[in-house]
């Protein structure tokens, strides 16, 4: 199950350019399966994507 909420957000990522933690990130854009992130770093003004792929479960269905 997808948790969303401030609560599950990925906090003080390193900065792919200068490596300073980034406190959250400023966008977060979820899909079946993937969860994308877009972090911008203050102090060097550099901005990166991040994906997170969730794996595939298979759902079978509930017999009544």
């Known amino acids: 199950m997808s948790q969303s909420g401030l609560s ?14 980034i406190a959250m990130p400023e966008w977060v854009e979820s899909s079946e399966g993937r969860t994308t992130y877009l972090w911008h770093c203050w102090a060097c003004d ?9 794996p595939e479960v298979d759902r079978q269905p509930i017999a009544a």
């Open 8 to 21: 599950y957000l990925p906090r003080q990522n390193p900065c792919a350019q200068c490596g300073k933690p």
């Open 46 to 54: 550099y901005r990166f994507e991040a994906i997170a792929f969730e």
